[in-house]
């Protein structure tokens, strides 16, 4: 874990890096037993790999006594001074997930059962076949040299071999954005208008997709992380 923070003419920077790892033997489990045990082990629910936060706020060099515009005045100067930008950064590695067969297998009334692994999982990383499975159309239309990694477990009585949080949902990327102008009246009192961003550039981070591997839904992915871009709107009045 890292952080570092810098100031620099009116700039500042506040960054924070996190690389960890967590194992433990079910995080939100029930009815496990100590038989069961190593059967469970795998990393967290919660496990995140890469965190990544970053943070800045400038106050732009312009208006009166500044770098630029240094000489201007009344209505000028009111116009080019007071400009803020500031913002926040965020990355984040996905969570784990477990692949899963619907169905008992095993005859223990268990829900969420385990497939058995029969090959390298195939990653296709599209909201409608994040990872492969024959069972979904969309992907073998988007893998169509794609074969399986998963499989129910031919024998009945038996769970699956495949393990817990094998695979890895979408990472969240994201940059929120605000802009801040100020018009002092007084040394106490002023105007201020804020336009701030969530989600600057629209961009998705989904959700993990349905992890059933034999059904037609298995790998597709139905909602996300992140809302879509919300542009806010503020004035506030210092007095």
Request: glycine fraction near 12%; charged fraction near 15%; charge should be positive.
């Amino acid at each position: 874990m890292g952080a570092a923070c810098s100031v620099w003419k009116g700039a500042s920077a506040l960054l924070s890096f996190t690389h960890a790892k967590c194992i433990d033997a079910g995080t939100l489990q029930g009815g496990t037993t100590i038989t069961m045990l190593k059967y469970y082990r795998g990393v967290c629910d919660f496990d995140l790999p890469n965190t990544f936060a970053g943070s800045f706020d400038y106050q732009l060099p312009f208006g009166k006594g500044k770098q630029f515009f240094g000489g201007a005045h009344g209505i000028a100067n009111q116009l080019v001074n007071g400009w803020e930008l500031a913002g926040i950064v965020t990355l984040r590695s996905g969570l784990p997930f477990t692949p899963t067969i619907s169905g008992d297998t095993a005859n223990t009334g268990v829900s969420g059962q385990r497939p058995d692994v029969i090959g390298a999982p195939l990653m296709v990383n599209n909201p409608a076949c994040w990872f492969y499975t024959s069972a979904n159309s969309s992907c073998t239309s988007l893998a169509s040299s794609g074969k399986d990694a998963f499989a129910v477990p031919p024998a009945q009585l038996r769970y699956g071999n495949g393990g817990r949080n094998i695979l890895r949902a979408d990472g969240l990327k994201q940059v929120d954005f605000t802009v801040i102008k100020t018009f002092p009246f007084t040394e106490t009192r002023g105007l201020e208008f804020r336009a701030e961003m969530f989600n600057l550039f629209n961009h998705p981070s989904f959700a993990a997709p349905t992890s059933t591997i034999n059904t037609s839904s298995g790998g597709q992915v139905s909602s996300t992380l992140n809302a879509a871009r919300i542009i806010q709107l503020a004035l506030k009045l210092r007095f």
